[in-house]
């Protein structure tokens, strides 16, 4: 893949931004920097997130809402594109991409952000060059549907300012999208001891983080719900999701 096709895709531990870094996205990165690496009032409850940031092994990318979706869209797909196969070529690695939308928009609400967010994974699938994975519904009425790309299942989540009391869906003042390979994930799966431990590990520091109740639709703490789609950009209140997933494209 050229180098100038993923201008935009950096690691943490790389150093100084690509030349050419809006302003807006600088100050988030410093901010969601913050957030992962905070205490207050306990540490960020993804120990996976916090882990990668003190490792470098987060990356980013920035997508600007002020210009042509379309061609953001397409960079932005380069982008997620680089970055797994950056994770293909360090399997023992657990990278992570954290998208950031912006710049901030104070005007936008809870059902505008969540209205983005699901607008941008259909513009991503959109130029997504590579046959749909195997073994994954590529039908997102598919209840055991999930997002994937250049071949490859994706955990996904979207964070933004509107969640309020729900602090860990918040990481900064733009929305943000992190997405990590599900390959990642094998050894520590809801069916393995490992798996469970890390779930149980998770749920307890985010009672500890937030004063709200977890997500109905993230599981018993043994496994996960078979519609990932709810866990992408659940409700502020943590009540379950009803209907079909928001995400609308032609099968390929």
């Given at each position: 893949m050229a180098e100038a096709a993923t201008a935009r895709l950096w690691a943490g531990a790389e150093g100084a931004m690509p030349h050419g870094t809006p302003r807006w996205a600088v100050e988030e990165r410093r901010r969601v920097r913050g957030t992962l690496l905070g205490v207050h009032p306990a540490p960020y409850p993804c120990h996976f997130g916090s882990i990668g940031e003190n490792k470098g092994t987060n990356h980013y990318t920035y997508w600007d809402l002020d210009h042509d979706f379309a061609d953001e869209a397409k960079a932005v797909a380069r982008d997620l594109e680089a970055f797994v196969e950056k994770q293909r070529a360090l399997p023992e690695e657990r990278l992570s991409l954290l998208i950031m939308a912006g710049p901030p928009q104070a005007h936008r609400d809870f059902a505008g952000y969540r209205e983005c967010f699901w607008r941008m994974l259909s513009a991503l699938?959109?130029?997504?060059?590579?046959?749909?994975?195997?073994?994954?519904?590529?039908?997102?009425?598919?209840?055991k549907w999930e997002f994937a790309f250049a071949g490859e299942p994706l955990f996904t989540f979207g964070t933004c300012p509107a969640y309020g009391p729900r602090r860990s869906r918040t990481l900064g003042e733009c929305l943000v999208i992190g997405v990590q390979c599900r390959s990642v994930f094998t050894s520590i799966s809801g069916s393995t001891a490992a798996g469970r431990a890390a779930k149980k590990?998770?749920?307890?520091?985010?009672?500890?983080?937030?004063?709200?109740?977890?997500?109905?639709?993230?599981?018993?703490?043994?496994?996960?719900?078979?519609e990932k789609w709810k866990q992408y950009f659940p409700e502020v209140d943590g009540q379950p999701l009803s209907g079909n997933c928001p995400v609308r494209w032609e099968k390929q």
């Open positions: 699938h959109e130029h997504d060059r590579h046959p749909w994975p195997a073994g994954v519904p590529d039908d997102p009425q598919d209840p590990r998770i749920r307890r520091s985010l009672a500890e983080y937030e004063d709200v109740p977890l997500l109905a639709d993230a599981g018993d703490g043994q496994g996960s719900t078979a």
